[in-house]
C-alpha cells in the first residue's frame, strides 16, 4: 500500500482527456514538489512533469501537472494510443526522510 | 549524451550479499546526485535510496534501511548498492537514475538506466 494513492487504471478514448491523480499528505505532496513519469514496460521511465507544473524539455503542451494542497493531478489532452503506458507520481516525504512514488496508473487509451 | 549502465545482478540465495554498480558516462557525474529505484515483478515502482553529489548525505527506504548501502566514487563515475541481507521480497529490476541537481529532497529524476535484475532465491 502505497502512501501516494493513486487509481489503479483509467480509460479514455483517442483524442480525449484524462486526469490521473496522486493524493498525499502534509509530510509529502503538502510540502514538496511532485513529478510524474510514464513508464512503458521493459523502457526507463520518463520524466513528464517536475516541480508540480513544469515540463522538461520535448515533453509536449498535451502534459499538465498541478498540486493543491495535499493532492497533484497529471493532465493528458488529446489522447493517443502511443499514451498508453503506467504512470507514477512522486515526490519526498519528511516523516520518513524517503522519496516516494505512487501505486502507478495504467492509462488505457480505447 | 547521458548514460547509465547497472551490472551486478544475479541470481542470490536469501541471506546473502550482492553488490549493484552503475556506471555513468555523457555528463560531469560528480554534479550530480544519484539514486535506485526498483520495480518489483507485476509491481510498481519503489524509490531505493539517494546519494548527494558528493556522498555527504545519503537516505534510504524503510524497507532497506539497515541492510542496504549506498556509494559512489566519483573518480569512477560509478554509482554502488550494497544489497546484505537478501530477502525474497528484494527480488526486483534494479536501475539507478539521476537527480536534476547535486542534492534535495524529491524524486525528479532525468535519466535512468535500464536495469538490472536481482533475483533472490534458494
Known amino acids: 500500500q502505497s502512501v501516494l494513492t493513486q487509481p489503479p487504471s483509467v480509460s479514455a478514448a483517442p483524442g480525449q482527456k484524462v486526469t490521473i491523480s496522486c493524493s498525499g499528505s502534509?509530510?509529502?505532496?503538502?510540502?514538496?514538489?511532485v513529478s510524474w513519469y510514464q513508464h512503458l514496460p521493459g523502457t526507463a521511465p520518463k520524466l513528464l512533469i517536475y516541480d508540480n507544473n513544469k515540463r522538461p524539455s520535448g515533453i509536449p503542451d498535451r502534459f499538465s501537472g498541478s498540486k493543491s494542497g495535499t493532492s497533484a493531478t497529471l493532465g493528458i489532452t488529446g489522447l493517443q494510443t502511443g499514451d498508453e503506458a503506467d504512470y507514477y507520481c512522486g515526490t519526498w516525504d519528511s516523516s520518513q526522510s524517503a522519496g516516494l512514488f505512487g501505486g502507478g496508473t495504467k492509462l488505457t487509451v480505447l | 549524451q547521458v548514460q547509465l549502465v547497472e551490472s551486478g545482478g544475479g541470481v542470490v540465495q536469501p541471506g546473502k550479499s550482492l553488490r549493484l554498480s552503475c556506471a555513468a558516462s555523457g555528463f560531469t557525474f560528480s554534479d550530480y546526485g544519484m539514486n535506485w529505484v526498483r520495480q518489483a515483478p507485476g509491481k510498481g515502482l519503489e524509490w531505493v535510496a539517494v546519494?548527494?553529489?558528493?556522498?555527504?548525505?545519503?537516505y534510504y527506504a524503510d524497507s532497506v534501511k539497515g541492510r542496504f548501502t549506498i556509494s559512489r566514487d566519483n573518480s569512477k563515475k560509478t554509482l554502488y548498492l550494497q544489497m546484505n541481507s537478501l530477502r525474497a521480497e528484494d527480488t526486483a529490476v534494479y536501475s539507478c537514475a539521476r537527480y536534476v541537481t547535486g542534492g534535495g529532497y524529491s524524486t525528479t529524476f532525468d535519466s535512468w538506466g535500464q536495469g538490472t535484475l536481482v533475483t533472490v532465491s534458494s
Open positions: 546519494i548527494w553529489y558528493d556522498g555527504s548525505n545519503k
Open positions: 502534509s509530510s509529502n505532496i503538502g510540502n514538496y514538489y
